[in-house]
Structures are given as C-alpha cells and as structure tokens.
C-alpha cells in the first residue's frame, strides 16, 4: 500500500469515500487536521500556563497582602488539640507566628484567640515559655498580649494562656481544668476469653509498664502516679502560679482540675474580664484611638506554591487523561462496525 493510499485510509468517513478523494482533497484534509491539532495543543500549553499564572499570582498576593504597612492586630489561633503538626496547635507553629507579630513594627497588638479541650503539655509549654519571656519586657517597650477565649480554653491550652497579659472570655466559655491525665486499655481479660496469650520479653523491671495485654497492677499506677503524673502536675501548677498567681486566692479549688463557665472562672481569678473577641477588637480600636482596626490571621493554613502547583497538575492530569480517553474511544468507534 502506498503512502497516499495509507493516509487516505486514515481519513473519516467510509473506505470508499477515502478512496474517490482525490490528491488535493487529501491534502486539504490533512492541513485541516494539523490545524485542529495544532489548536488543540495550543490550548492545552495555554491550560498548563494559566494554572502556573494562577499558582504564582495566589502566592504572590498573599505575600502582598502580609507585607502590608497598615496598622492591624496580629491574630494567633489556637484551636483544636494542642499537638504536633497543625499550624494552630504545634506549639513550636504557633511561636513561629507569634515571633513574626513580635517582629512587625506595624502589629500594634497581639490577640490569641483559643478555642481547645488540650492536648500536649510540651506543646503548651512551648508557646507558655516564650509568652512568659516576651512579657517580661516591660509593657511599655512592647506590645500587650490578650487571649481571647471561645468555645473553651482548658487543661493545656490554659496553661499556655496564662502566660498572656489578659485573658477574656465568654460567660459560656469553659475553663480551666488544671491537671494531667492519661488514658490506657485493658485487653487482657479480652484475650483469654477468645485464648489467646501475648507473649512480651523486656529487660528492665518497669520495660512493661501498662502494657495493655497484662493484668492491671496497682503497683505499677502508684509508681506512674508519683514518677510521671505528679511531677507533670506540679509543673503546670507552678506555670499557672508565675503567671497568675496573684489574682488566684482558692487554690485548692482552682488546682482540683475542674472547669467552670466563664463567670465563674473570673471569680477564680483565672480569667480577667468577660467578653467576646468583638469586645476585644472594640477595646484596642478605642485604646488606638481609631474606629476600627483590621485582626490579621498570622498563623493561618497556606498551601505552598509546590503543593497548589502539584494540586493543579494533579487535576490536570485528570481532565488531560479523561479528554485521550475519550479520542481513543472515539477514534476506535470509527474504526468497529456499529448498529444506529
């Protein structure tokens, strides 16, 4: 078969209209085709660049709009449980945050808004560290730290909080629980019943310390009570103590790890005034003198550039794939006999 004859095969249509086109239809035919896949590559390069325009212009602003010289109020969220790994838990994130508010000679003022049951005390000793440091910069070469309470600020988000210069809160909001748990399982009983046996080597005589699949020993809970539990729960009490020791009178109370709704808190001394974070961006515009000031979000969950491009060639992909899919369809369609 010639080369003509193999290209007029590969034309739509039926084999004999293929075959009565002549030379110069064939070549029409085929600068039409290069055409229309020309458009279609063209279109695909323009797809590809407006998502690398897009990913660029997304990171780009919000660069921009961090670089702003306008007076605000830095705004730090702690929410959720106070762990490793979410920009508004991590505490070694949240002091990134709040180093950067520090550093922003156009942040008049600092505001924590915490809204978390707990969680880490190493986290929550992280971020009540560093609060601590920068507080004791007397108040008049810095700027005012103010924890604003939501939903509920208690055991490890409190202890971080109490390093703050003022803490609100709502009346409903629940606070305080001031001290250490932990939570372990018993499957032991569990296993007999089904018969099955763990078998556990350990060198070192406390190397299986509550080990879920052996019997529960009450030794063993007094030497994790007094080694581990108490010297964690003195610690935080002690935290509390340096930071707002002289506003607390009822110790046994406060320290007895229980919480209570706002109101309630204020009169413990764990909290300094009752109100909402409308009531504490009303107070700062009126101390600045100004009818409204901006809250600006410094610890807010961005996604990189890399991870919106990796996104956006992700679905890419996709909608490219889906659209050969479907001209492979089409084209073996043309070619396999069909019933109308």
């Not at 920068?134 to 070469?141: L, T």
């Amino acid at each position: 078969m010639s080369i003509i004859s193999r290209l007029r095969a590969l034309l739509p249509g039926s084999k004999g209209a293929a075959a009565e086109t002549s030379d110069e239809a064939l070549v029409q035919t085929l600068r039409r085709l290069a055409r229309a896949k020309i458009v279609q590559s063209n279109t695909k390069t323009l797809f590809f660049g407006v998502i690398i325009i897009t990913a660029v212009f997304n990171s780009s602003i919000g660069a921009l709009l961090e670089s702003s010289d306008t007076d605000h109020v830095a705004l730090i969220e702690v929410k959720g449980a106070i762990m490793e790994g979410t920009p508004t838990g991590d505490g070694q994130l949240i002091v990134k945050a709040l180093d950067q508010a520090i550093g922003d000679e156009h942040a008049r003022a600092i505001v924590v808004a915490a809204n978390s049951g707990g969680g880490s005390p190493t986290h929550a000793e992280i971020v009540y560290n560093r609060l601590m440091e920068y507080r004791a910069i007397p108040i008049e070469e810095r700027k005012p730290v103010i924890v604003s309470i939501g939903d509920a600020c208690a055991s490890a988000c409190y202890w971080m909080a109490s390093a703050a210069d003022e803490i609100y809160a709502n009346t409903t909001s629940i606070v305080g629980s001031i001290g250490v748990r932990m939570d372990a399982w018993g499957f032991n009983e569990a296993l007999e019943k089904v018969g099955v046996e763990k078998r556990i080597l350990g060198m070192g005589q406390y190397k299986t310390i509550l080990d879920p699949y052996l019997p529960y020993d009450t030794e063993e809970k007094e030497i994790v009570t007094r080694e581990m539990m108490l010297p964690l729960y003195n610690i935080f009490i002690d935290a509390v103590d340096a930071s707002r020791g002289d506003k607390i009178e009822d110790r046994d109370t406060v320290y007895s790890s229980l919480f209570w709704p706002g109101k309630t808190a204020k009169e413990l001394g764990l909290v300094d005034t009752i109100g909402s974070i409308v009531d504490v961006e009303a107070r700062l515009a009126s101390d600045y003198g100004v009818e409204t000031i901006e809250m600006r979000q410094y610890n807010r969950k961005r996604m990189k550039l890399s991870g919106l491009f990796e996104t956006s060639m992700e679905m890419a992909g996709r909608a490219l794939i889906r659209g050969m899919t479907t001209e492979m369809a089409a084209q073996a369609a043309s070619s396999v006999p069909t019933i109308h």
